[in-house]
């Protein structure tokens, strides 16, 4: 009998021990592939959410804070299209905010400010104070103001990419001075240029004036002046063809801090004073979280397989124990010792390779139970690919190798008259 014939043999005689080896195995399988398709599902929904969320990064200088815009250090045009060409960047939207005269139609003014300006006029160096604050940005859809309902849109529309001499008007300010839809205002830059701009929308402003904590006239301290326009018309009254805030969608989340180190390795200008905001929360939360999810079936696997580690070895260990005689027999017969490990090996791999297959079957079972289960704790849908299967196929075979190891040491150091004689 070959040593092929004799490992089915003792696979089909040896019951107790195939049967006990089958089901460690079809358990061992069964839990080994959930965890593995679990933590596959999870590193593949990361990877998913890296590519389709939205996550940006705003860069500013640290002095654009100030409510002095017009000496503000803003990051100039030229720098902004260089950033623009990093690898990183999916594309980059604007942000300007200037001061301007009215010109044709009147600011709102609280007596406390116009008191003030009063007081201004007195002195020989007196130049009018500004009542126009203009935030110009490339879509006004994505401006802070109108994103976090601060302001609200209430005729008419939001300002886009397309737009040209465009602007949004304070519903209240345009009803004092007779103006709607279509209608054009002008305004004035500090050099005495004029800028025309035609009415595309109203919108109502949450903030409410407090006249007491207007001590100056000046068109932050009243809400109702802002306009927001596009870029086009906010570069032409700032007169600096520079941005005083630019915003880059990324390609990659992961990817942000070293976007910001190339930005300043490249930058000749306001090195020290760059300042990056990261919008990506939602994408930390989600991916942190999924990361968690990876890093405890990481510590699952890494307990499934130890212990099934020490429960092959200690299964081996016993069935080599009650092989003496027969190893001993085969020996002395002149059997060659890579035959007999073969064989012994083999009947170890046959109970393995069936319990995995088992396990197959019995997740494809349950698989609507399970995914159920875990979308309640983990909400995600687990799914079981090729790769998870042949990785738990993977992980058998290696712990097959243990009882391999095993096997060989106990074949390859016996003498067949020890082993005759059951002296270890």
């Known amino acids: 009998m070959n040593y092929l014939n004799r490992m089915i043999s003792s696979v089909i005689s040896n019951k107790r021990n195939t049967i006990v080896m089958l089901l460690i195995a079809s358990v061992l399988s069964l839990v080994l592939l959930i965890a593995i398709s679990i933590r596959s599902t999870s590193e593949r929904s990361v990877e998913e959410i890296r590519k389709s969320m939205d996550t940006s990064v705003l860069v500013r200088t640290s002095v654009s804070y100030g409510t002095d815009y017009l000496n503000s250090s803003q990051i100039p045009m030229e720098e902004v299209k260089r950033i623009e060409q990093l690898s990183n960047v999916k594309d980059a939207k604007y942000y300007i905010r200037t001061l301007a005269y009215a010109k044709g139609f009147h600011a709102k003014v609280t007596q406390q400010q116009t008191e003030n300006e009063l007081k201004k006029k007195e002195k020989e160096d007196y130049v009018p104070s500004y009542n126009l604050y203009i935030q110009g940005n490339s879509n006004s859809k994505y401006n802070d103001d109108f994103s976090t309902m601060f302001s609200s849109l209430l005729v008419g529309r939001l300002i886009t990419e397309e737009d040209d001499h465009v602007c949004i008007l304070n519903y209240s300010l345009a009803r004092d001075n007779n103006l709607a839809l279509e ?242």
Request: net charge negative.
């Open 183 to 424: 209608d054009k205002i002008t305004v004035e830059d500090a050099k005495g240029n004029k800028v025309e701009m035609k009415i595309v929308g109203l919108y109502y402003n949450s903030a409410s004036q407090d006249e007491e904590s207007s001590d100056q006239y000046d068109p932050y301290a009243n809400q109702e002046n802002t306009i927001y326009t596009d870029i086009a018309s906010a570069l032409e009254i700032d007169g600096k063809n520079a941005f005083t805030i630019a915003q880059f969608r990324m390609k990659d989340p992961e990817k942000n801090k070293e976007f910001a180190q190339e930005v300043v390795a490249q930058s000749s200008f306001a090195k020290d004073n760059f300042l990056f905001e990261n919008d990506d929360t939602s994408y930390r939360l989600l991916a942190s979280s999924l990361k968690t999810i990876v890093s405890i079936t990481n510590i699952i696997l890494a307990a499934i397989i130890s212990l099934g580690a020490i429960i092959i070895t200690l299964l081996v260990i016993m069935a080599m124990r009650e092989r003496d005689y027969e190893i001993g027999i085969l020996l002395s017969l002149g059997e060659r010792k890579y035959k007999i490990s073969l064989q012994m090996v083999g009947e170890q791999l046959i109970p393995l390779l069936i319990g995995g297959v088992i396990g197959i079957v019995a997740s494809l079972a349950l698989k609507g139970v399970i995914s159920g289960f875990l979308s309640n704790i983990i909400n995600i849908q687990i799914g079981y690919s090729i790769t998870s299967i042949l990785l738990m196929f993977g992980a058998a075979v290696g712990l097959n190798i243990i009882g391999a190891c095993i096997t060989l040491y106990k074949v390859i150091w016996y003498q067949p008259r020890n082993a005759l004689l059951h002296i270890e």
